[in-house]
């Protein structure tokens, strides 16, 4: 079976531009998180879903970042704009509800803005 | 606040050497505990889990932790280090209750000396 799917593995660009991640959940699971890594804060949870609807969007850091889940089994995370400090690994991970554990994370999203 | 901590930042061991990574969680309800292992530019990959039991669990590539309520730790162990074992390692709790947030310690590198 496919895993959590993230695109693009790696993404530069220079400040101001708009950057868009995705990700594609694991069949049949409803509920999606994404998280950030950097080195000064460790892994941190940025918003989850479940069933399309946001639940808790309160890790995003500032209205620069926006997330969406158009279908069931697809998410968006949009920065715009970008900034350096937005430099980080972004995962996603997905799971049955938002009780089930694990989640299942995909391999990340390294984004670095110039 | 619930939060995880994983006191040593880096770890060397020997190789054949025996290894054991601390993780102390707060907050007073029963959790979920993993411990996730990350290889340079890789994704999380989970190594094992605790819900409810034997204390003692067995994960993958010879890993096992052990779940100890009274000192709220989950303290990971391996009896013979590998060289491809180093990697940096993570310990996250989850904890059922309103939030559903999956909260990670900050890791702990591994290194492995020949």
């Known amino acids: 079976d496919a895993g959590v799917i993230q695109s693009p593995r790696h993404e530069v660009t220079e400040m101001g531009q708009e950057v868009t991640l995705r990700c594609k959940l694991i069949?049949?699971?409803?509920?999606l998180f994404w998280y950030r890594q950097t080195m000064m804060r460790g892994l941190e949870l940025l918003i989850y879903?479940?069933?399309?609807?946001?639940?808790?969007d309160s890790g995003m850091p500032e209205d620069r970042f926006s997330a969406k889940m158009p279908n069931a089994s697809f998410s968006t995370l949009k920065i715009q704009p970008s900034e350096p400090r937005d430099s980080a690994v972004y995962f996603c991970a997905s799971s049955f509800s938002p009780g089930d554990q694990p989640q299942h994370f995909g391999d990340g999203t390294r984004l670095s803005i110039l | 606040a619930q939060s995880v901590t994983q006191p040593d930042i880096h770890i060397t061991v020997s190789e054949g050497a025996s290894l054991e990574l601390r993780c102390n969680y707060s907050?007073?309800?029963?959790?979920?505990l993993f411990w996730y292992v990350q290889s340079p530019g890789q994704g999380l990959q989970l190594l094992l889990k605790y819900f409810s039991g034997d204390t003692l669990v067995q994960g993958i590539k010879g890993f096992e932790a052990e779940f100890k309520r009274s000192q709220s730790s989950f303290n990971l162990r391996k009896p013979s280090v590998h060289w491809s074992d180093a990697a940096e390692y993570f310990c996250a709790v989850f904890w059922m209750d309103s939030s559903y947030k999956l909260i990670f310690g900050s890791g702990t590198r591994l290194l492995v000396r020949p």
């Open positions: 907050y007073g309800a029963t959790p979920y």
């Open positions: 069949s049949g699971h409803n509920s």
């Open positions: 879903f479940n069933n399309n609807v946001p639940i808790d």
